[in-house]
């Protein structure tokens, strides 16, 4: 499947309003992947957006899941109460649910998605053989050596390999409660070796890669092809809202990784909520995110999150085909630079 790509490029899966339909197709038509990302959603609105891709596009895409984790007996009451002191609105009641995790997964059986990843843990075994039977690639994401011996286990067809330098959500099997990283932080190059040396799956890099020269570094430690997020976010195919466009453009907030806004570590641009909050947060996941939606969704860039990755500041914003035809473009160029550098043998 990522053999057959004209070009190593995957827009990633983002939640929240970011992946539309028309950046899919976007993405799909310049030769790379797009991913929907089925996460939050219901299980309607997904059926609705794979129809709406399907109407605009003939090229493979993919379908992200969120994969439910235990409930949590971490105190959230008191955190509730932390956030109801600092916001102008009315925290939600934080619950436990599962994301529709069954029905989205059926759906997309139903609905023969070409390929289908998962992130906060893995699909069973049995699962991935009925996505296998029902024609579809599966991808799960893993941030260290052990999740991917993990996912090669249960009989995934190719790994992403998130870096901690990656924006949005990490994809982490289990939170420790302890670290935001849910353990120890790997990097998306020593991730990607470090997984490479375990398992012998077909590899997808993601985490701050912005630039083809990016792409180009990746492909050369032995990935397929780079998963970019935050690239894509100030495409105008995506959803991204209009204040998360703004302090991406602004580019003078740094990055940092926080369970504040939802209770699962995740990485964005560093404003009061999240200084206020991140030695606070329980390791609730979905919990915070239930209890903190009505404050993010103030629409204030000081109360919502904001997800980046580490090198937001050198995105350079375009239409989502122009970001792939260049990345493709620089690729080129970099490996041109490189093969200078590396005299042959
Ligand atoms: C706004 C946003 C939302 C995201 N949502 C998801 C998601 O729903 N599922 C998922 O697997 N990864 C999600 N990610 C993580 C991406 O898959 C990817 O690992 C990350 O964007 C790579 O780092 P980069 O943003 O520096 O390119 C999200 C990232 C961002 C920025």
Same mark, same amino acid.
């Given at each position: 499947m990522f053999d057959r790509l ?27 992947l797009? =991913? ?24 493979p895409?993919g %379908?992200? *899941? ?21 916001? &102008? ?15 989205? *997964? ?8 070409p390929v289908?990843?998962?992130? =906060? ?15 579809a690639t599966?991808v ?17 067809d190719a ?38 040396? !375990?398992?012998?799956?077909p ?5 701050? *890669? ?14 397929v ?33 926080? !369970? ?9 641009? %560093?404003? !009061? =909520? ?19 939606? &009505? ?5 204030? &860039? ?21 970001? %792939?035809?260049? *990345? ?18």
């Amino acid at each position: 499947m990522f053999d057959r790509l004209e070009v190593p490029v995957i827009a990633a899966p983002m939640a929240g309003g970011a992946s539309t339909p028309e950046l899919v197709a976007e993405v799909g038509r310049a030769g790379g992947l797009g =991913f929907l990302a089925a996460g939050y959603q219901s299980v309607e609105a997904v059926a609705e957006q794979v129809g709406a891709t399907t109407a605009l596009t003939d090229r493979p895409f993919g %379908v992200n *899941l969120f994969v439910p984790g235990p409930r949590s007996t971490a105190d959230v009451k008191g955190y509730r109460e932390r956030v109801r002191e600092q916001s &102008p609105t009315e925290p939600g009641e934080p619950r436990w649910d599962d994301d529709s995790y069954d029905a989205k *997964l059926e759906l997309l059986m139903a609905l023969r998605v070409p390929v289908v990843s998962f992130t =906060f843990g893995l699909p069973t075994a049995a699962d991935v053989d009925r996505l296998h039977a029902a024609g579809a690639t599966v991808v799960a994401t893993v941030t260290t050596p052990r999740e991917a011996e993990q996912a090669d286990r249960i009989g995934a067809d190719a790994l992403c390999v998130q870096g901690s330098d990656a924006g949005g959500h990490r994809g982490t099997f289990a939170d420790d409660g302890v670290s935001p990283g849910g353990g120890e932080l790997f990097g998306v190059l020593a991730a990607l070796r470090l997984v490479r040396d !375990r398992v012998n799956l077909p590899l997808i890099a993601a985490g701050g *890669l912005v630039h083809g020269a990016d792409v180009a570094a990746v492909i050369t430690a032995g990935a397929v092809a780079a998963q970019l997020g935050t690239a894509f976010l100030p495409t105008p195919e995506a959803g991204t809202s209009p204040a998360h466009r703004q302090a991406l453009a602004e580019g003078t907030r740094r990055t940092a990784l926080t !369970r504040a806004f939802s209770g699962r570590p995740a990485r964005g641009l %560093v404003n !009061r =909520f999240l200084t206020e909050n991140a030695d606070h947060a329980p390791a609730a996941y979905p919990e915070v995110h239930h209890l903190t939606k &009505p404050v993010r969704a103030t629409g204030d &860039p000081e109360l919502m999150s904001l997800w980046a990755g580490q090198t937001y500041p050198l995105v350079r914003p375009a239409p989502a085909a122009e970001v %792939v035809a260049r *990345l493709l473009a620089e690729a080129r160029q970099a490996l041109s630079v490189a093969n200078t550098r590396i005299p042959p043998g």
